[in-house]
């Protein structure tokens, strides 16, 4: 992680995705992806060090494009 990172929200869902992919590595394949629960995505998120969005700006929309932007991390990495 860079010192200097920039402020992530809900609609940088490949900084998002990236750093999900960082903290889970290979834990998550695609199919374990697309089934985890939005509350614990949801969360993950939140806790990622330079997220700066709220629990209240989040949505199903943003929530599923961060899943498939994740998956995408997934098999860069493959």
């Not at 940088?12 to 995505?41: C, H, Q, S, V």
């Amino acid at each position: 992680m860079a010192e200097f990172e920039l402020p992530i929200y809900w609609n940088d869902y490949e900084d998002i995705a990236m750093a999900l992919y960082e903290r889970f590595g290979d834990d998550f394949n695609e199919g374990k992806i697309y089934r985890i629960r939005f509350t614990d995505l949801m969360n993950w998120v939140l806790e990622i060090p330079a997220f700066k969005g709220s629990k209240e700006e989040c949505n199903e929309g943003h929530l599923e494009m961060i899943q498939s932007q994740w998956v995408y991390e997934w098999r860069d990495n493959q």
